[in-house]
């Protein structure tokens, strides 16, 4: 019986102060990214999605609610695909912007094959393929929809492809709306699709 569970991640935030804004309330998403949620919507309308579940926080939600509209579902919500925690949230630091250069960083900064500056990739990927395998359950034999952020969806990646989790995140193919699609025969995972309906996104530009 084959299943699918596509991870979405949601599109660009309205961020105007360009802050790392992670796990923070009030983060909605922009026009642009209301529109590349409708996109991914009628990409996937003709898709069997029977289970539509996303992060607790707002942009994930407004991502997810126009596809679980056009299905006749509601959106569900996991705990386990809310966005990595971090050190640096709400402070202004972006991939190669040289802030992460500034010595009074550096004491957080020890070990980047961790984090120590946030989260353990082994515990996001773990808590990730709990809720993979949870929506698997719920929508067996048609698809799901799990709408989460960069950094979860492709740490769990990497852990489903035997890859280190530490990697270059300018180098992370995931980009704004985009979909990670996991394909099981049963319980297990026999393919991992890439792709991008809403179009390709730079991993460095602040919106993530």
Known sequence: MTTVVHLLRHGEVHNPDNILYGRLP?????????RQALTVAEALAGHDITH???SPLQRAQET???IAAAHRLDVHTDERLIEAGNQFEGKRVAVG?????NPRH????RNPFVPSWGEPYLHIARRMLGAVYRARAAAEGHEALCVSHQLPIWTLRRY?????L?????RRQCSLASLTSLVFDGEELVDIVYSEPAGATDPKVTGA
Do not use: M, N, T
Not at 160 to 164: C, D, G, H, Y
Not at 166 to 170: E, G, Y
């Open 26 to 34: 009030g983060f909605r998403l922009s026009e642009r990214g209301q």
């Open 52 to 54: 539509v579940v996303a």
């Open 64 to 66: 997810g609610a126009p």
């Open 97 to 101: 912007d040289g802030a992460l250069r």
């Open 106 to 109: 550096w004491p957080i900064l």
């Open 160 to 164: 489903l492809e035997a890859k280190p």
């Open 166 to 170: 530490w990697h270059d995140p300018r």
